[in-house]
Every structure is written in C-alpha cells, then in structure tokens.
C-alpha cells in the first residue's frame, strides 16, 4: 500500500522556519521525481517545489530565495524547508511522489500538513 506521510507543520511568527517531512511508503522512491504543493482557503492546489531523481530542484517565483526542497533517498523522505515565512505562505502543504515529462506531473498524495503563520 502506497502511503506518503507528511509532519512537520504548525504555527510560525512572520518571519520564522520550518522544516516539513514526508515519508513514502510501499514505493521505489528513488525512482520518483517528489514536489511539495500547497492549498490556501479557497485556492487552487499550487506547485511550490520540485525535485528530481538526479537532485535538479525548481521553485516557484513566490518562494524563490526562502524555501529550499531536500531528499534523502535512503531515508525515503523528502524535506522542504521553510525560512523567513510570510502570513501569504499559510497553507496546507501536500507532497507528492510523481514524475516528470515536459512538466513535472503528480503521482501519489499525502493527506497533507497544515502550515499557519501569523503576522
């Protein structure tokens, strides 16, 4: 049973760090490009962070700069850290196991982590 569990998310000044996680169960997972995604209140599900299976990350412009996408493979883990965060960056956060073609195209979700930062 595939199974990709995300941690790591919780309340944060404006300004202040996190360090999401998720683990992946049941998969190859070196094998996968991952990403991060996030879902603001009444927003579309948005692509944050990508990674590839050689390492090649990409960003979108809005956290450019302040959050940084990791894998550990022997870990079967994909970390996004979160630094000087701003109230905008509240979200869930949702990670994602998939690959890419002319665009990274998403596989398998997790359930999600909720990240709050107040201002």
């Known amino acids: 049973q595939v199974q990709l569990v995300e941690s790591g998310g919780g309340l944060v000044q404006a300004g202040g760090s996190l360090r999401l996680s998720c683990v992946a169960f049941?998969?190859?997972?070196?094998?996968?490009?991952l990403a991060w995604y996030r879902q603001a209140p009444g927003k579309q599900r948005y692509l944050v962070a990508t990674?590839?299976?050689?390492?090649?990350?990409n960003y979108a412009e809005s956290v450019k700069g302040r959050f940084t996408i990791s894998r550990d493979n022997g870990k079967a883990t994909v970390y996004l850290q979160m630094d000087s965060l701003k109230p905008e960056d509240t979200a869930v956060y949702y990670c994602?196991?998939?690959?890419?073609?002319?665009?990274?195209?998403?596989?398998?979700w997790g359930r999600g982590t909720q990240v709050t930062v107040s201002s």
């Open positions: 994602n196991a998939g690959h890419y073609d002319s665009a990274y195209v998403p596989g398998w």
């Open positions: 990674i590839s299976k050689g390492g090649t990350t």
């Open positions: 049941g998969i190859v997972f070196n094998i996968y490009a």
